[in-house]
């Protein structure tokens, strides 16, 4: 951090992390606990009535969080991130409080709008705060770190069959005490998050004009090819997180609980070593190479092929939580590294924009999955077939990663 003593940049640098880290924990926890909470949802609000139109409503979220998160990007990129971060976690806790009111289908399908738009604001702001933040040497593991949050989020909301089920506690309960945790935090998030520094490497000293600034990301190929390798595993990702605790409660016989727990803990539990080895490895790996952080990425996604040809074809719940353990392994190789890479292809003053774009694509095709997979059980389609395409995408983007070319000149 240019300007700071090096002792003095190095703790606002991890500070960053260490206060964003329960951030990204709500904002996982609090989009995750619905798909444990499925039945007790159902059954309480009995208008959802088919899973297609649960597979809407979870589409609905990824919808409007998708098509809002470039906006997102632009005012942090515009206005300063942690504004933006405060102001989203405040926003979204709100929401998910108020989701513990709902009474009807159409009252879900508001709060699951509300919390796209509260929410499509924090990824794209925190992450280019911690890049702001951290020197290439330690700019994987710091996301990685980060993005550790978001999967004890996922893992945490696992759970949420379980307090569902709790006579004493129950799915709304679990709304609004997730959703007063986030409001409480939003005060000292907003006073003691440190700034971004004053200047950053590669940081042109002139605001580009906004419509020049997209031009430069929508004609780099890199950066094309980087939203083809960021969507195309999104969209199991999405189906696996969101339709899993379903999948084993049906297949293997099993309480909504379990099958929560089962869907959540081994997949959060590859994806936690995941991200601590792939930070670790594409930090060191990018000190040999500047293809490392790609090379380390590529190989996160080629372990997903394998993990999901064998979740779709699991005979016992055993087996298939092995197999989500690998899914969980190989997606946090690579997802950790999804910025990282983009500061090796975008300016500075782009990256928020940049992962805005990003999540436009692949949430927005992750909706879609959500959906198109609701039709398809609807439809009796077999899961083997199903995730056997799974399968060939994520091979599919694994050679896509290999393609990509740093730019030189950034410098990251």
């Not at 951030?23 to 009995?46: H, P, T």
């Not at 300063?80 to 971060?85: E, K, S």
């Not at 796209?116 to 705060?129: K, M």
């Not at 709304?172 to 409001?183: D, H, V």
Request: charged share 10%.
């Amino acid at each position: 951090m240019p300007g700071l003593p090096v002792s003095t940049a190095w703790r606002a640098a991890w500070l960053a992390v260490a206060l964003l880290w329960p951030v990204a924990l709500l904002n996982y926890l609090d989009r995750q606990m619905l798909a444990s909470m499925k039945f007790s949802v159902m059954e309480d609000i009995s208008d959802v009535g088919t899973e297609a139109n649960w597979g809407l409503m979870l589409g609905q979220f990824k919808w409007v969080y998708a098509f809002l998160s470039p906006l997102g990007g632009l005012v942090a990129d515009r206005f300063g991130r942690r504004g933006t971060i405060v102001a989203s976690l405040a926003a979204w806790s709100a929401v998910t409080w108020f989701t513990g009111s709902a009474a009807t289908y159409q009252e879900l399908l508001w709060t699951r709008t509300l919390m796209g738009i509260s929410e499509a604001f924090y990824i794209p702001a925190a992450l280019a705060l911690i890049t702001d933040h951290h020197a290439p040497t330690t700019r994987s593991r710091a996301v990685g770190l980060h993005q550790m949050a978001i999967v004890m989020g996922t893992m945490l909301g696992g759970f949420g069959g379980y307090a569902a089920d709790a006579p004493a506690l129950g799915w709304r309960w679990a709304f609004r005490a997730a959703g007063l945790t986030g409001l409480l935090y939003a005060l000292p998030l907003s006073m003691l998050l440190p700034a971004p520094p004053a200047a950053t490497p590669g940081r042109s000293p002139v605001r580009p004009p906004l419509l020049a600034s997209l031009r430069d990301l929508l004609t780099s190929v890199p950066f094309l090819l980087l939203v083809a390798c960021f969507t195309l595993p999104a969209l199991p990702g999405w189906v696996v997180r969101d339709w899993m605790p379903a999948i084993l409660k049906q297949r293997f016989k099993i309480t909504q609980g379990l099958a929560g727990v089962s869907a959540s803990v081994w997949l959060s539990g590859g994806a936690i070593a995941g991200v601590l080895v792939g930070g670790w490895m594409a930090d060191a790996w990018r000190r040999r190479s500047d293809r490392g952080r790609i090379f380390t990425s590529a190989l996160g996604i080629a372990l997903l092929a394998p993990a999901l040809f064998g979740v779709g074809n699991a005979s016992t719940l055993c087996v298939a939580v092995c197999f989500l353990l690998l899914f969980g392994l190989g997606w946090g190789l690579f997802d950790c590294n999804n910025m990282p890479i983009l500061c090796q292809i975008a300016r500075p003053e782009l990256r928020a924009t940049g992962y805005g774009l990003m999540n436009l694509v692949s949430i927005s095709c992750g909706g879609l999955a959500d959906w198109g997979f609701g039709r398809l059980r609807d439809a009796q389609v077999p899961l083997d077939g199903i995730f056997a395409v799974f399968a060939a995408l994520a091979v599919a983007a694994a050679l896509l990663m290999l393609c990509i070319r740093p730019r030189p000149e950034l410098g990251d």
